[in-house]
């Protein structure tokens, strides 16, 4: 059994994505402990801007034309590629920057998407959790409502275009004691710290026997 994990919180110290993850691996763990995580930290260790351009320039050449730029281009592909495929379980922990889909989680999709098992259905049915956290709360009828186009992107990009099977836990409000000007929000922020935190456990067990299931 394996699990591919992606991280993509830029302060790891601090990251509530990966706590939050870190619960659904573990309970993930409990019922796989032979299992082995592979981990991409996009935060830490971010792609080449330039990979997905040398890709999609290499486009119809023959690999003795390619420049040794995009033969590495293409080799990286393939390497994220293979992470994704030979996984029997994804876990992708993606925190919201400036409103939308984070830059270095963008490219990492883009480089993937350009090998033609991820966009020929390789991931179709692969179990998956998405961790999303958010500073803000964007639930209709706050001020900022409609401005998360990470999330409803995420969710779009896993469920139809890979056909992955996910489940989602999203946490808002983590910016919630570290700025004095949301501290009004303190009892609401904790409540859902703890539900977010409880239903990353129930999404980990769930992942954990999705791949009992079809395993068996
Ligand atoms: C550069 C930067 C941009 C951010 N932009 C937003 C934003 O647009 N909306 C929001 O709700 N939170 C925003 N945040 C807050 C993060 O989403 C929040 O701190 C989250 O918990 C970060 O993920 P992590 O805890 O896993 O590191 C931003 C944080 C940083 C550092």
Same mark, same amino acid.
């Not at 870190?22 to 935060?43: N, Q, Y």
């Not at 998956?128 to 999330?151: F, M, Q, R």
């Given at each position: 059994?394996?699990?591919?994990?992606?991280?993509?919180?830029?302060?790891?110290?601090?990251?509530?994505?990966?706590?939050? $993850?870190? &619960? #659904?691996?573990?309970?993930?763990?409990?019922?796989? =402990?032979?299992?082995?995580?592979?981990?991409? @930290?996009?935060? /830490?260790?971010?792609?080449?801007?330039?990979?997905?351009?040398?890709?999609?320039?290499?486009?119809?050449?023959?690999?003795?034309?390619?420049?040794?730029?995009?033969?590495?281009?293409?080799?990286?592909?393939?390497?994220?590629?293979?992470?994704?495929?030979?996984?029997?379980?994804?876990?992708?922990?993606?925190?919201?920057?400036?409103?939308?889909?984070?830059?270095?989680?963008?490219?990492?999709?883009?480089?993937?998407?350009?090998?033609?098992?991820?966009?020929?259905?390789?991931?179709?049915?692969?179990? $998956?959790? &998405? #961790?999303?956290?958010?500073?803000?709360?964007?639930? =209709?009828?706050?001020?900022?409502?409609?401005? @998360?186009?990470? /999330?409803?992107?995420?969710?779009?990009?896993?469920?139809?275009?890979?056909?992955?099977?996910?489940?989602?836990?999203?946490?808002?409000?983590?910016?919630?004691?570290?700025?004095?000007?949301?501290?009004?929000?303190?009892?609401?922020?904790?409540?859902?710290?703890?539900?977010?935190?409880?239903?990353?456990?129930?999404?980990?067990?769930?992942?954990?026997?999705?791949?009992?299931?079809?395993?068996?």
């Amino acid at each position: 059994m394996s699990l591919f994990r992606l991280d993509a919180s830029i302060t790891p110290a601090t990251s509530q994505s990966r706590a939050l $993850a870190d &619960l #659904v691996e573990a309970e993930w763990s409990a019922e796989h =402990p032979d299992s082995i995580v592979t981990r991409r @930290d996009l935060g /830490t260790t971010p792609l080449p801007a330039t990979t997905w351009r040398d890709i999609i320039t290499s486009s119809g050449l023959d690999e003795d034309a390619l420049s040794p730029d995009q033969r590495e281009a293409r080799a990286l592909a393939a390497t994220l590629a293979d992470e994704l495929i030979n996984a029997d379980a994804l876990l992708l922990a993606v925190p919201l920057y400036n409103w939308g889909v984070a830059a270095h989680v963008k490219s990492w999709y883009d480089i993937t998407y350009t090998d033609p098992r991820i966009n020929g259905g390789a991931l179709k049915g692969k179990p $998956a959790v &998405l #961790v999303t956290v958010l500073g803000g709360n964007y639930n =209709p009828g706050t001020p900022k409502e409609g401005w @998360d186009h990470s /999330t409803p992107w995420l969710r779009r990009v896993i469920e139809e275009v890979w056909g992955a099977d996910l489940l989602v836990v999203q946490r808002q409000f983590t910016l919630v004691g570290v700025n004095p000007a949301l501290d009004q929000f303190t009892d609401q922020a904790a409540e859902i710290k703890v539900a977010a935190e409880q239903l990353a456990a129930e999404h980990g067990r769930a992942l954990a026997a999705k791949r009992q299931a079809s395993a068996a």
